[in-house]
């Protein structure tokens, strides 16, 4: 029998929407899954797990796993995976599953398919369709060998259903040792109330045409307003008008929101690689030829900062 | 400090691909060196300029690999080692990790250092693969170093919510975010010295690879079939005065696409 062991993720507490998104497509497929939970002080999260359809929940709660690393999850993962039973192990590709996936796979000695957006399962057959060349082409692939299915999967294309947390099955895992040959040193986290991206419904994203840090300042508002998040270009960030943490794209975070707005941005291949899975695209650029009007859904040529104030002027009458 | 950089020899994605019955159309491709492995090698040179020592990259390709190995010398690699390879169509990360683990064995390397992911597959699984193999540590997706000595190295590694910083005993594998550095150009007199660097020529048997190891046989996933992703439908433009174009976008984002609805 097929069975699929999910990997939760946690944030500041709470159980992400990538996991409870695995959760409800293993449920939808009629296969039992398993889910394990590790984190430091995460134990609680468990019966929203249970909710969201986890038989047995894998619980490690230790405060050396406060920050995600290689090797006890790769054993923590292992351990579990003995005692459930299971055949597959979906992942999601956060930088965590893009660190864990591979590491994981190596070490039972088998394949694995990474950031997946669609995914065929009967049973441990599996069809993925994957992005690559920076998702100028999709692959369609699947597995040539028996054996364990290890699969990360991009979050945004597969929907969280709502549930209520109910009692877990929990089984309690011991805690392996890290690598003795890696320490960690520090942990520098950006604490923030904005909206992350990609967990945003809408977001509002800046590129070079902002001129500088006073035109992302200029542009900000309107993500506020929206409840929006707010993203940039690798150009922004990499000319420091904004944390790397905002960047858009196939090396930033790789995002599919309903409404996307890119003001002043060009729209190169890396770019749209991480963005133009987006539901509804507006642009609003001075070049007519720009690339992004290639995807947008709603372009508007022109300047941004005659265009933004109008924007945050009329969304303003809509909403009251 | 012996630096060990693996780059792969990739269709360059700045083009246009085109793709004809499940397959890429290869007529029109340009190669180059994956851009970000191009990263990796920036940083590899950084560090033995500071430390001293050599960066080795080692590609398994085909004969027309050996140009991006010479692009890289160029560049200021020291030398270079080609694993002649031709099946790479039927290859996948887990085959290739392990023909790397069989060429690195039994060399001495202090960090194995590559791009984050491949710019012709995404998939990002060589690396972590070819350390689990080795039985060293990882460190993916870093965005900045320091603290480099023959003994250990410091990592800032772009996690999901902070930025991890670790501290990794060598030898270790280490994959670069492409935000780590841009990468040098080419000097002349480079290019001319590349022709006198060391290239070393490895055919596969003479390193124990079997022909079970190779293309589909010694691959655990396959590739069905490739297509353009679905285009998006023809979208709306506004131009002219900004205020009619945002008023008549929004009337329209409103009644079409639900837009705060
Ligand atoms: C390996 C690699 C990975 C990369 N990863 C990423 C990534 O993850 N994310 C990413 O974003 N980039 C990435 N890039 C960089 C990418 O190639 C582009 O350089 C970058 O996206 C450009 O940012 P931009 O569109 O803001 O700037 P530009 O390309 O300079 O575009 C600015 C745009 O603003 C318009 N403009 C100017 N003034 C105004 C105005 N007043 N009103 C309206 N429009 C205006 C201009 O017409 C222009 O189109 C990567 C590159 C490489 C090589
Ligand atoms: N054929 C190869 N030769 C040398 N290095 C490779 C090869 N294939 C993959 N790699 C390395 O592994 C990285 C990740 O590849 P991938 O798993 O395909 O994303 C690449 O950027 C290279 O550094």
């Known amino acids: 029998m097929s069975k699929i062991l999910i990997i939760a993720e946690v944030k500041n507490g709470e159980i992400k929407k990538n996991t409870l998104e695995l959760l409800s497509f293993a449920k939808s497929q009629g296969i039992e ?26 619980l490690a709660d230790d405060e050396s796993l406060e920050i995600y690393n290689t090797e006890q999850y790769t054993c923590l993962v292992t351990d579990a995976l003995k005692q459930s039973g299971a055949t597959q192990v979906w992942l999601s590709s956060s930088e ?23 995914l065929e399962v009967n049973g441990d057959d599996i069809t993925a369709e994957r992005p690559c060349m920076s998702t100028k082409v999709m692959q369609t692939c699947q597995f040539s060998k028996e054996g364990l299915r290890i699969i990360s999967i991009r979050s945004g294309f597969f929907l969280a259903e709502q549930t209520s947390p ?8 011991s805690i ?59 150009a922004v960030c990499d000319a420091g008008w904004l944390p790397h943490k905002h960047q858009v794209g196939q090396t930033g975070t790789m995002v599919n929101p309903d409404f996307y707005f890119a003001l002043g941005i060009s729209g190169a291949i890396q770019h749209l690689a991480g963005m133009s899975g987006s539901k509804v695209i507006v642009a609003v650029n001075k070049d007519p030829d720009a690339p992004i009007f290639k995807v947008a859904d709603y372009g508007i040529v022109g300047d941004l900062f005659k265009a933004v104030p109008v924007f945050r002027e009329e969304i303003g009458k809509i909403k009251s | 400090m012996e630096i060990i950089v693996p ?129 060293v540590p990882q460190v993916t997706n870093i965005i900045r170093f320091s603290d480099v000595s023959e003994q250990k190295i410091t990592l800032y590694r772009k996690g999901d919510h902070a930025t991890e910083v670790l501290e990794m005993e060598l030898p270790g594998v280490v994959t670069v975010n492409d935000s780590l550095n841009d990468p040098r150009l080419a000097s002349m007199r480079g290019i001319m010295m590349a ?37 998006r439908k ?25 837009f705060l609805a």
């Open chain 1, 33 to 58: 899954s398993d889910a394990v939970l590790s984190g430091s002080g995460v134990a609680r999260q468990a019966n929203v797990l249970a909710g969201q359809g986890a038989s047995t929940v894998y």
């Open chain 1, 96 to 118: 965590l599953g893009r660190d864990l996936t591979p590491r994981l796979a190596a070490r039972h000695n088998v394949g694995a398919l990474s950031d997946v957006t669609q």
């Open chain 1, 166 to 173: 109910v009692d877990a099955n929990i089984v309690t895992l």
């Open chain 1, 176 to 234: 392996p040792e890290g690598h003795a040959k890696l320490k960690v040193k520090e942990v520098q986290v950006e604490v923030s109330d904005e909206v992350e991206l990609n967990e945003a419904s809408i977001i509002i994203s800046a590129g070079r045409g902002t001129g500088g840090t006073e035109g992302c300042d200029f542009v900000k508002p309107l993500a506020t307003e929206l409840g929006a998040a707010f993203g940039a270009s690798r």
């Open chain 2, 7 to 135: 780059i792969k020899q990739v269709p360059d994605v700045a083009l246009n691909i085109k793709v004809k019955d499940g397959a890429v159309v290869e007529e029109g491709l340009s190669y180059v060196i994956s851009s970000w492995d191009e990263t990796a090698l920036e940083a590899a040179l950084q560090i033995t300029e500071d430390v001293g020592g050599e960066v080795t990259l080692l590609t398994i390709g085909p004969e027309k690999a050996a140009e991006s190995l010479r692009k890289g010398l160029a560049m200021g690699a020291h030398k270079a080692i080609h694993v002649k390879y031709d099946d790479a169509k039927n290859t996948d990360s887990f085959a290739y990790a392990k023909i790397l683990q069989k060429v690195l064995e039994g060399r001495k390397y202090d960090l194995i250092l590559t791009g984050r992911q491949s710019q012709d597959t995404d998939a990002g699984l060589t690396a972590p693969m070819l350390a689990e193999f080795l039985s």
């Open chain 2, 195 to 231: 022709k006198k660097k060391p290239l070393e020529e490895i055919e596969l048997d003479t390193i124990g690879v079997t022909s079970e190891m190779i293309g589909s046989h010694g691959s655990m996933t396959e590739v069905l079939h490739y297509d353009k992703p679905e285009s």
């Open chain 2, 234 to 258: 023809e979208g709306k433009s506004f131009e002219g005065d900004e205020s009619d174009s945002v008023k008549k976008a929004l009337a329209l984002m409103v009644s079409e696409s639900k």
